[in-house]
């Protein structure tokens, strides 16, 4: 600080834009912008995309702290307008069609936030492209972090001809009456705006019908930084404000109106300081604006600004709230490399003669294909001496089934029970072990947005087969084809593709990847998602807890005002009062019903009781059941009783709304199907139903979505059971908990995008965990479909030796990692052995119960004390296996119930895979030795060579036995015969033996 008062003189560091900014750009080979805002400008390699990048903060923006919404600093929406006519001119467009906010900024007392603009490609055949503007706070740690506030397109068409007409030499205009600008900041104020010197720069307003007129002007210290913006959004956002004094907006009570959408907005000059305004009404909720100069030449025209209420007691959860991004299932197309040949193959279902005729007709390279009824008919084949086939292909193509929702229901839990039956089946028979399970379908899966998905008994399939393979790594593949005679000859090319889900569609191979949401702006409604507040929503689950959070949601912030909520408990569920109160004093007509939505003639009777004068407008499923398991444990029972909820009640839903004035059909499904969630199979089958339910829907031209959910933090019927072991699995494999308010305002994303989207992905991703996890535990163990978002990790070789260090290095590749320690475990003994390999499971053990290092305890503690169960034990299994290329029993951890026994079968397991200790190592070399010595018998120089080393190795087993001596000192030592030998036998020794 200075040394005394009045010392006129800067103690904090400056960036000079054309020093140190330019050259920090430079270092990460960006082009500096001499941007406020932004800092530097990246081409995306081998893309048309722009990256933009900067940081703003109350140091280094100290005017931002002059714009305040009940009591919260918020950039202004003018700053994120700002940015997006800036990457126009960077990207050689002409102006910016639309921007839609979606979140408001919150600017942190201390420290700063990092800001990025994305510029994307153009669309095929069209100028425009796509801009989102990102922001994340300097702190924070992980991808999920960013924030998307704003997205939009940025148009490349010719600039338009701006209005001036209404500036004339005459100042104000005539016919207008002035505006007291003091008494219109108090009205702000009451409202909840707080605008401080910076913003505060109305200095004239009049107004006539349907219009305002006015003049700004910035402060003289803010002034002379306005020539470096494009238009400083203090001055945009003071020239936007005598909207008010016209009334052109209502206010609702109680909220405050915020930008939602801007529309047509050109920059025709830049770095002005002064402005003269007029703004319109155009159309509900919106304004228009021109701004020209004191000259009147134009500056800026903006065809119109959608403002939206927002309650003022949810500004501070709206802004401080991130918005997460919002995720889809893409479909990638992928080629093939030549297919092996394969030993043998067997098919498993009805269509076994249509393969064989495909495989003859298209030349699969397959020396012979059996066909079999079921597994238990392959099996007794094997029982009786027949060869065990490379691949079996479990066909469960159906040819039709009955559209009655009561009869799909069951065949889907009848198909369900089959295929727990077949995948418990093949992991039960050793036999199996190095041969590829492969579950064939046609069309239960959409493969591209516009697919209809016909085959629905099948759908769950997918995410049962999903939890499979992540409880069993590399011992399933799920494939999709279509009817096209093309796609089943592709069968043997798919199978080399290396991923484990895949779909086939005209011949072409497709692979399921999960990606971030790309936005796509559209035309305003006020009314988010569509809802009609004069309707009726029906909402199943209702008196659970994300039944009752949605059942407030859709009132607070959607305007809903008549509400139908089902549950099986219904008004006697606990709370159920509560809720209904609440509902009804935030002025909505609730009715509580008890009914199982699963109840055909139940459920018809309840909807037959809606009033036509408020007819059903909307369907929210949320009701479901977990009963969590190991894919072992699962019974045909605990299969129904998961699938009945959700199956049931959502084809009950989807018949008897039909031809009802639909704007939603939200079905609540979850990641789990998806992800293919361990321990989930049944749960998962449940959603990749309803997942294909809803793309059929819009297949159909009828509104549907599914939302694969992640997990929500606050715990309800579903997710109160979960404890550490599960939450800690479940982070580990990429999710991670959502407040509720980060739940809520995704889903208010997911229905602004349904009308284009059936299946969308609402979830917290914690990448940073999975890149953690894909390191420790190889691949395999970042589920299949977020792959894309995490690429493998780069490889090096490890230069650790001995130890558990070494057995695990984090940075060396699973593979190498597993051949590493092979060739380290066979320069060692059985003892050393066992010793490290009790290092690796004691390290893999605190990994799976996120212990610290070393802290696993007692290797003879058996594992169900130290808080195993039935998913960690497969986990533990599983990166077992990576770590030592071994394929391990997935009954490892109860057939060997503690640590040491572990590392002792581990040791077993190795040396029966041909990785010998020191000992056997030793003796097998030395009969190689002995072999090849008897060929070198006239070879006197290798001779003497290869009995100079054995003499060296003698000395490390103990030193060189004598000669048998003729007085019977059979055990004399060499160094015993130097100590008494004359000088003429040192010198024969020497020349004989040295």
Known sequence: ?????????????????????????????????????????????????????????????????????????????????????????????????????????????????????????????????????????????????????????????????????????????????????????????????????VFARLQDVWRRDGEVFAEV???????????RFGVHPALLDAALQPWLAGGLVDVPDGSVLLPFAWQGVTLHATGADTLRVRIGRAGEAAVSMQAVDLAGAPVLSLDALILLPLA?????????????????????????????????????????????????????????????????????????????????????????????????????????????????????????????????????????????????????????????????????????????????SMVPSALTVDTPQLAVRAGEIRVPEIEPLRAEPEPADPLTGGLDPAGTVLVTGATGTLGGLLARHLVTAHGVRRLLLVSRSGPGAAGADRLTEELTGLGAHVSLVACDAADRAALADVLQCIPTAHPLTAVVHVAGVLDDGALQALTPDRIDAVLRPKVDAALNLHELTAGLPLAAFVLFSGAAGILGRPGQANYATANTFLDALAQHRQAQGRPGVALAWGLWGPASDMTGHLGENDLRRMRRSGIAPMTAEEGLLLFDRALDRARHESLLVPARLDLAALRREQVASGPDAVPALLRGLVPPAPTRRATTSGGAGGASAPATAPAEQADHLRRRLAGQDAPARIRELLDLVRTHVAGVLALDAGAAGDPRRPFREIGFDSLTAVELRNRLSTATGLRLAPSLVFDHPDPQAVAEH?????????????????????????????????????????????????????????????????????????????????????????
């Open 906 to 994: 581990l040791a077993d397991e190795l040396a029966a895979d041909g990785v010998a200790d020191a000992g056997a190592t030793a003796l097998t070399g030395l009969d190689t030795l002995a072999a090849a010595l008897g060929g070198m018998k006239t070879d006197d120089i290798r001779r003497n060579i290869v009995r100079r080393r054995l003499e060296e190795m003698l000395a490390l087993v103990g030193g060189p036995r004598s000669r048998p001596a003729e007085d019977g000192l059979a055990d004399t030592t060499v160094a015993e015969r130097l100590a008494s030998a004359t000088d003429d036998e040192l010198f024969a020794f020497i020349e004989e033996q040295l």
């Open 217 to 227: 002007r910035l402060p003289s210290r803010v002034a002379a930084e306005a020539t």
């Open 1 to 197: 600080m200075p040394t005394y008062p009045f010392q006129r003189r800067h103690y904090w560091a400056h960036t000079s834009p054309a020093g140190v900014g330019t050259a920090a750009a430079a270092r990460f080979g960006m082009e500096w912008e001499d941007h406020p805002l932004l800092g530097g400008a990246l081409p995306v390699g081998g893309t048309r995309s722009l990256l933009l990048a900067g940081r703003l903060s109350l140091a280094s923006h100290a005017w931002l702290a002059d714009h305040a919404v009940s009591g919260t600093v918020l950039v202004p929406g003018t700053a994120f307008m700002e940015l997006a006519l800036h990457a126009a001119e960077v990207a050689g467009c002409t102006g910016v069609e639309e921007l839609r906010l979606e979140a408001p900024l919150v600017v942190p007392p201390t420290g700063g936030v990092r800001l990025q603009v994305l510029v994307d490609e153009p669309a095929e055949g069209s100028g425009h492209r796509p801009v989102s503007v990102f922001s994340r706070a300097e702190s924070a740690a992980d991808e999920a972090a960013w924030t998307r506030h704003a997205v939009g397109v940025l148009t490349t068409g010719p600039r338009p001809v701006p209005a001036t007409s209404w500036h004339t030499e005459t100042w104000p205009p005539a016919g207008t009456e002035p505006v007291d600008v003091d008494a219109l900041y108090e009205r702000f104020a009451t409202l909840g705006y707080e605008y401080g010197e």
């Open 312 to 488: 003022r007691e949810r500004l501070g959860v709206a802004g401080t709230t991130p918005a997460l991004p919002l995720y889809r299932v893409g479909w990638r197309r992928r080629t093939a490399v030549a297919a092996s040949q394969q030993r043998r193959w067997a098919v498993v279902g009805p269509h076994g003669a249509e393969v064989i005729g495909a495989a003859a007709r298209y030349g699969w390279p397959v020396t012979a294909i059996d066909i079999h009824a079921d597994l238990a008919s392959l099996r007794a084949a094997l029982d009786a001496g027949a060869e065990a086939p490379s691949v079996v292909l479990a066909d469960f193509r159906m040819d039709s089934y009955s559209t009655e929702p009561a009869h799909v229901a069951e065949v889907v839990r009848a198909e369900a029970r089959a295929g727990l039956d077949l995948l418990q089946g093949w992991l039960a028979d050793e036999r199996f072990a190095a041969a590829k399970l492969v579950v064939l379908t046609e069309r239960a899966v959409a493969a591209g947005t516009d697919e209809d998905v016909p085959d629905l008994v099948h759908a769950g399939l997918w995410g049962m087969v999903r939890s499979a393979q992540s409880e069993h790594p590399d011992r399933f593949v799920l494939l999709d084809v279509d009817a096209d005679d093309t796609s089943i």
